[in-house]
């Protein structure tokens, strides 16, 4: 991180460890969201921190990252969103559901729609495999 940086309060920092990311430059971002860190422990930067390291194929650590943001901040439901995806993605069913039913008691209605939708998909996939299971 450049010494201008270092300068910076921990949300700009963080903001910029946001662009980064959108810029595809994810361990820039990662450098700047554990800085923020450093200074200042929110849900939300331990998410976009934890964000980075799904997108770096990190999941272990993505998955504590995604806990710490919902522990800190049980009403940032996008922390909650992202971990049941994480834990879907893994085939832990059980695990995620309770993440992704509060994530659908979001404000935000394309996050709750995209839940919604996961939900779905995940029930079908459910009754799909009982199906195949009774045959």
């Given at each position: ?31 700047h969201f554990q800085s923020a860190l450093r200074s200042k422990e929110t849900g939300e930067f331990w998410n976009d921190w934890a964000a980075v ?83």
């Amino acid at each position: 991180m450049t010494k201008a940086a270092r300068k910076m309060t921990p949300k700009k920092i963080h903001q910029e460890g946001l662009r980064l990311y959108r810029h595809g430059r994810l361990k820039e971002a990662l450098e700047h969201f554990q800085s923020a860190l450093r200074s200042k422990e929110t849900g939300e930067f331990w998410n976009d921190w934890a964000a980075v390291q799904h997108a770096l194929g990190a999941s272990e650590q993505a998955e504590s990252g995604f806990r710490k943001a919902f522990e800190l901040d049980g009403s940032f439901l996008q922390a909650a969103a992202n971990l049941g995806v994480l834990l879907l993605e893994q085939n832990r069913h059980v695990e995620a559901a309770p993440f992704l039913l509060a994530a659908l008691n979001t404000a935000d209605e394309a996050l709750r729609e995209a839940i919604e939708r996961v939900v779905s998909n995940l029930a079908t996939s459910i009754d799909a495999s009982k199906l195949v299971q009774n045959e």
